[in-house]
């Protein structure tokens, strides 16, 4: 990887950092040779602070280090990508970014697992979960069951509402079985996962 460092009078060039996996942009720093070789050498994203006037390595003080997983240059070689696993909120302000986004590994489902996770341990009697949970595996296993019947049968059908409309059925009490059984869904993503990589 050659880099145009020399392209901009102070040496530096911009490094966009995003997650490996959510792919949220999470911080924009900037990254001179040094900086990159340290980068490289020790898998946690290191900048060229110009505040400080020195190498800086995000996390060095709050533990929320940038491990990196993939480095990309852009066509001018000039701009670096830099895709990571954050360890904590990457923003100094404690937000998960620095444009103070919320960078939920899995988005909507997996606040969605939150949700049924403190419904589940919740005292709401009335809470949908709540009473699927009462009732015990067995019920939980059936109910995705039937879901599952029911999407087969608006498929072979014409109606996309409905049949959209029972997948979501179907995906969320896949998840409340997921749960019932002590697992997530980034459980099953991984499998998924190593298959590809065989």
Same mark, same amino acid.
């Given at each position: 990887m050659t880099i145009n460092f020399s392209k901009y009078t102070d040496g530096l060039v911009p490094a966009i950092i995003q997650d490996v996996d959510t792919c949220k942009v999470l911080m924009l720093g900037f990254m001179n040779e040094a900086a990159f070789r340290k980068t490289n050498e020790e898998g946690k994203?290191?900048? =060229?602070?110009?505040? +400080?006037?020195? @190498?800086?390595?995000?996390?060095?003080? #709050?533990?929320? =280090?940038?491990?990196? +997983?993939?480095? @990309?240059?852009?066509?001018?070689?000039? #701009?670096?990508?830099?895709?990571v696993q954050p360890v904590g909120p990457t923003c100094h302000t404690g937000a998960d970014t620095c444009w103070n986004e919320k960078n939920l590994q899995g988005g909507f489902l997996t606040y969605l697992e939150n949700i049924i996770e403190q419904r589940r341990s919740g005292d709401e009697e009335k809470s949908?979960?709540?009473?699927?949970?009462?009732?015990?595996i067995n019920k939980i296993a059936q109910k995705v069951g039937e879901e599952a019947v029911e999407v087969v049968i608006e498929a072979k059908d014409d109606n996309d509402e409905l049949f959209l409309n029972e997948s979501a059925d179907l995906l969320f009490h896949y998840?409340?079985?997921l749960n019932a059984k002590g697992y997530r869904l980034n459980d099953v993503v991984n499998i998924l996962k190593e298959r590809h990589a065989q």
């Open positions: 994203v290191t900048f =060229f602070s110009r505040t +400080k006037n020195r @190498l800086w390595t995000k996390g060095e003080e #709050s533990g929320n =280090f940038l491990l990196v +997983k993939k480095i @990309l240059l852009d066509c001018d070689a000039d #701009s670096l990508l830099i895709q949908y979960v709540k009473k699927l949970f009462s009732k015990g998840l409340i079985l």
